[in-house]
């Protein structure tokens, strides 16, 4: 069920109701809110889905006593087992044949056609689910009371298809609270904002500039240094606003119903470095990354080359999490070079004495405008369809085949900079978010915010109804 | 401003309120906005169409207002195919336009209060006796029905155009066992067959909110200042054939042989053309009918029409045809070469002519 469908609305608005009418039966409600939300997509996946849950529930039953590294063993297995299956079998499968020379048949298997459809939202719960074996086998969450509630934490619907990915240190306490919730006007106008504000990026920005970067990208081998940027700076919008959007759904569905969750993306593209980057885009997996994969691995209490082994390992994984393909695994790894490379440059100014330069605010906006563009040319890896047509936009974007504009590369290039110039109102927007609302709700008379709610919720209307939604992009993660 | 103030302001749901009453005003603003002339004249606004098949549904319903508010008893429905359209002329110059003028201005027993036009461009025989059903559901009188169709509507799809090209959906509600029989058809061709749960929603999806009339209208008032302020609702060129160039590609494109498919025609009810022109004919048993087939243009399709094969086919839709015992029309060769824009459509003296003869027949004065 997509936050941009007219069914997904209606869906909500019955939950939203039923979540107060009956405060007692909350946990109910929400219980088979997440079941029919993950149902809709599939009712095979649905009961896939719960069996993992179950399995995961009743082996975290043993974490804590004697044989707590064995059932959290068996825990990563049925996990990761199931993640593995359904998203990386069939690309490990072609990686092996492709070593090796030869292709094993699956004629007579229903693996024929070399596909498995993943389930939706698969690599969000297998994290949440790693994240809460491992959090209760060290001690540091107590394990969930019951399966009931334990479903209610990993499928709420809210973030069951593609995060925030949520601890059960932070979430599960607000679950236990949920009876004592109260109906409170200004956090579920807060909400309504927050969903708004998805709805909006998703219906005005993306599916907008969707069509040209499948355009260009569908057609990457043939494009020159410019359209290839364009198609870049594009894409980079394009997943930021689509990413963001369902994101920002999520927290504003989690105000509505007096949940907290955390947001995902804070103007990333206005990072100056890698390490500033992952602190601001997608959030709660940079966390989950640092946490259960950087640090076991030594995290910064290594030897320099180790930090460096130990970051470019990281951020690789962190790139297959993303998509079974040789393009995320390498997009990844450029992340993982670009932040080992940040750090050694830090080292070095530090070395020089020149750390006084990171405070200027030239060398700030440098910066940004350099780590920018390294993050754009990451997407071309990210986004396209083969490892070639990647290679070929790449070397196009050196521009050393020369530079030829039309009008269409022109115009894209123009509202590339009007949706950075976006994002930078974007920014200041959050940053004075309280401000401004304040304003917005103290100065402008009622009757004039209601004209200019009205209308929104009018042109949203039409354009929801406009064909069928598209879908996420991170919903193919 | 006081704490106090600023807190009443925060928890306060004034805003929201008049948000929804504004809301609700729009609604109404919007219903009296659209018209029968936002969505129609002398045919239906084809953009509009292409963008919403459902909007259809606007225009018979502004047909039924505007029927009950003028107090409409004698009138006809034209249903027919892009030639009855208009295609390659403005609506000012189409058969609408001119049939209307014609059955408008005549005297006596034969006149008509108005001609509605309800033809669209790839409409099918299936098509127009989906629209004949959804109109009687509105409580428009189909006593006087003109269906226009052209060679092609008989000819078997290998694959082709769906004998019910844009109303499937809407067949399946009106005459359910006629779907189940040509649904395989349908699905051969293109058409997206939703059942179970899917189609519920959708169904459901469709009930709920096309009763909010800015969502039922989103196409329609776009649309309609579209066309305003193009200034023209003309579509295509409408220059004679003989003025524009047709490359010997155009000519061997095989969706235009494919009109002219010269292979022996099956005029059983297994043809979906006689199917559906069966069902239309059983509908317009004690009410009035009349069909006519436009015909190809005798210059540039010259190969093609005079191929024994269609000049045979031809010859068998008119046999057919009589024995719906109704009147009938076979234009083939009836109108001047000079008066066509391209293979099949007309200039406006073309469409002119194309009036006279079928008023002509209607009324009886014809051959």
């Known amino acids: ?477 | 401003m006081k704490l106090s103030q600023i807190r009443r302001k925060r928890y306060g749901l004034l805003g929201l309120a008049f948000a929804l009453a504004f809301f609700v005003a729009a609604q109404f603003v919007v219903t009296a906005y659209v018209k029968l002339d936002t969505v129609y004249k002398h045919r239906m606004n084809y953009n509009m169409f292409l963008e919403d098949r459902g909007m259809i549904e606007v225009v018979i319903e502004e047909m039924a207002k505007t029927i009950k508010r003028d107090g409409l008893t004698d009138y006809a429905i034209l249903i027919g195919n892009s030639v009855a359209w208009g295609t390659n002329e403005s609506s000012e110059h189409s058969l609408g336009r001119y049939l209307s003028d014609l059955a408008t201005s005549a005297e006596g027993e034969d006149k008509l209060q108005a001609v509605f036009n309800l033809s669209a461009p790839s409409i099918m025989a299936g098509d127009a006796y989906t629209l004949l059903l959804m109109m009687e559901d509105r409580g428009i009188k189909t006593d006087n029905v003109m269906i226009g169709l052209s060679y092609s509507a008989f000819v078997e799809p290998k694959p082709g155009p769906r004998q019910v090209f844009w109303l499937g959906d809407y067949l399946r509600t009106q005459d359910p066992k006629a779907f189940a029989d040509v649904l395989p058809h349908l699905q051969a061709n293109g058409f997206e067959y939703k059942e179970g749960w899917k189609h519920a929603e959708e169904q459901a999806l469709e009930t709920l909110l096309h009763r909010i009339p800015v969502v039922k209208y989103k196409e329609v008032i776009p649309a309609y200042w579209e066309q305003r302020k193009a200034g023209t609702d003309l579509l295509g060129d409408p220059r004679a054939w003989n003025e524009k160039q047709f490359s010997e590609k155009w000519l061997a494109d095989p969706s235009y042989l494919s009109f002219f498919d010269p292979q022996p025609f099956d005029m059983s009810e297994s043809n979906w053309g006689v199917y559906f022109m069966n069902k239309i004919a059983e509908l317009q048993q004690g009410k009035r009918l009349l069909t006519f087939v436009s015909g190809g243009n005798g210059e540039l399709s010259k190969k093609e029409v005079t191929n024994p094969g269609y000049v045979a086919n031809t010859e068998a839709i008119e046999t057919y045809l009589q024995g719906l015992g109704s009147p009938y029309l076979i234009m083939q060769d009836k109108i001047d070469p000079n008066l066509f824009t391209d293979h099949v459509h007309l200039t406006k003296e073309g469409n002119e002519l194309l009036a006279r003869f079928v008023w002509d027949t209607w009324t009886g004065k014809g051959e």
Request: glycine share 8%.
């Open chain 1, 1 to 477: 069920m997509l936050f941009n469908s007219p069914t997904f609305l209606l869906f909500l608005l019955a939950v939203f109701a039923l979540y107060y009418f009956f405060p007692r039966w909350r946990m109910l409600v929400l219980a088979v809110a997440n079941a029919a939300f993950y149902a809709y997509a599939g009712v095979g996946y649905f009961v896939l889905f719960f069996c993992v849950v179950a399995s995961v529930y009743g082996i975290s039953k043993f974490l804590g006593g004697s044989r707590s590294k064995l059932a959290l063993t068996a825990g990563l297995i049925v996990v990761l087992a199931n993640l593995v299956f359904f998203k990386y079998s069939m690309f490990l499968l072609g990686s092996v044949e492709q070593l090796l020379g030869f292709t094993i048949s699956l004629q007579g298997t229903p693996f024929v056609d070399r596909e498995i459809a993943l389930p939706i939202g698969i690599s969000f719960y297998s994290f949440q689910l790693i994240a809460y074996l491992v959090d209760v086998h060290k001690g540091k969450l107590k394990p969930s009371r019951s399966l009931f509630e334990f479903w209610v934490f990993i499928s709420l619907f809210a973030h069951s298809a593609a995060g925030p990915i949520l601890r059960g240190g932070d979430f599960l306490p607000q679950l236990r609270n949920i009876v004592a919730i109260k109906f409170r006007t200004p956090r579920v106008k807060l909400g309504l904002a927050f969903i708004l504000l998805g709805l909006v990026k998703k219906v005005f920005i993306v599916e907008k500039i969707a069509p040209y970067v499948n355009e260009y990208f569908g057609v990457a081998a043939t494009l020159n240094g410019v359209e290839s940027w364009v198609a870049s700076y594009l894409f980079a919008f394009q997943i930021y606003f689509d990413f963001s959007a369902y994101s920002e759904m999520a927290v504003g569905i989690g105000l509505l119903l007096g949940l907290r969750l955390d947001l995902n993306f804070k103007t990333p593209y206005l990072s100056s470095n890698p390490a500033e980057f992952w602190r601001r885009w997608h959030i709660t997996l940079s966390q989950w990354i640092r946490d259960y994969i950087f640090i076991p691995l030594g995290g910064s209490r290594v030897k320099n080359w180790r930090i460096y082994v130990n970051l470019i390992a990281a951020m690789t994984i962190s790139g297959l999490w993303h998509g079974a393909a040789w393009t995320f695994i390498i997009w990844g790894f450029y992340h993982g070079v670009l932040s080992a490379a940040h750090r050694m440059y830090g080292k070095g100014l530090k070395k020089m004495g020149w750390t006084k330069l990171q405070g200027n605010w030239l060398y700030k906006v440098f910066a940004i405008a350099v780590f920018f563009h390294l993050t754009v040319i990451g997407w071309v890896f990210f986004r396209a369809n083969s490892w070639g047509d990647a290679v070929h936009m790449i070397k196009q974007m050196t521009l050393l085949g020369g530079v030829s504009f039309t009008k269409e590369t022109m115009l894209l290039l123009a509202i590339s900079a009007g949706l950075y110039l976006l994002h930078i109102v974007e920014f200041l927007a959050v940053k004075y978010f309280k401000r401004w609302s304040l304003g917005w709700e103290a100065a402008v008379p009622s009757l004039i915010r209601g004209a200019v709610y009205a209308a929104i919720a009018i042109v949203l209307l039409m354009l929801l109804m406009n064909g069928e939604a598209s879908s996420f992009i991170y919903f193919a993660f």
